[in-house]
């Protein structure tokens, strides 16, 4: 059994365990049902922004505990102002340290699309993702099988939700190249070694349509590297560890984002 088998059978437990706690009917009562999402796509898009997806991560199976006492407040006002495209946030408590609740707090402060980082196996989730303002959801191809990344995708289209699919391999990406998703990212990391390599980044890169976004994730540590892999059609980079394992995580973010924008100019 690997890490995300074991994150998929907690996350049902805990899927059903919330919706006793909060049925569907009080999630639709919440004041960001009314509010239209914030297009991911588009921001990431922007000239003007960086194109990079800053995450809010205090912990992870693979690194263990990076940075705890994070202020979700001052680290997503400072990611924003440094110049990222969007912000994304773990809501996975038991794995990633994080919780709805840093979404929301997250979401006040900010104008930006916010992805919802989590584990989403069921449209319950996707109701809950609209409840504290996320933008798009994450759907993640090892976890799920194809028909059901379809039906998932196409129910958090109907609330106004993009939805960016996450692959391995190539195997994942063709099975799921008709799921209607808005972006494709390609995780750099192998989930059965934990290994980073951009590498499958690249290699992937000539088979995710024209159509969609792609987005590079994990293991993204320097500027020369997003700039190799723009070449490829790059548009997004989702960047999380680089970032959080400073004690100022909008610091580093600045620093980092100010020089990719001297070697793009």
Wanted: aromatic share 8%.
């Amino acid at each position: 059994m690997n890490i995300l088998d074991e994150i998929i059978a907690y996350k049902k437990k805990e899927v059903a365990d919330r919706k006793e706690l909060y049925p569907v009917k009080l999630l639709e009562q919440s004041h960001y049902f009314a509010t239209p999402p914030v297009s991911l796509k588009k921001y990431i898009q922007r000239d003007d922004l960086s194109g990079i997806i800053a995450e809010i991560k205090r912990k992870s199976p693979s690194k263990g505990v990076i940075n705890p006492h994070v202020s979700v407040e001052r680290t997503s006002i400072g990611y924003m102002q440094a110049g990222a495209s969007a912000l994304s946030v773990l809501t996975d408590t038991n794995f990633f340290g994080g919780s709805n609740d840093d979404l929301m707090t997250a979401r006040k402060f900010n104008f930006c699309p916010i992805l919802r980082k989590d584990f989403t196996i069921d449209e319950y989730q996707i109701v809950e993702a609209k409840s504290i303002g996320a933008d798009a959801i994450l759907l993640i191809a090892a976890a799920l099988p194809p028909a059901r990344v379809k039906e998932l995708a196409a129910f958090a289209h109907s609330f106004g939700l993009e939805v960016l699919l996450e692959v391995h391999n190539e195997e994942e990406l063709n099975a799921n190249l008709d799921a209607q998703a808005d972006l494709i990212g390609v995780n750099n990391r192998n989930l059965k070694t934990f290994e980073l390599s951009v590498e499958i980044s690249k290699q992937l890169a000539k088979r995710i349509p024209d159509t969609v976004v792609k987005v590079s994730e994990s293991g993204i540590e320097s500027v020369a590297t997003i700039l190799e892999l723009k070449k490829y059609g790059y548009e997004g980079f989702l960047m999380g560890q680089n970032f959080m394992q400073h004690a100022r995580p909008e610091i580093a973010a600045k620093e980092f984002i100010d020089e990719l924008k001297k070697a793009t100019h």
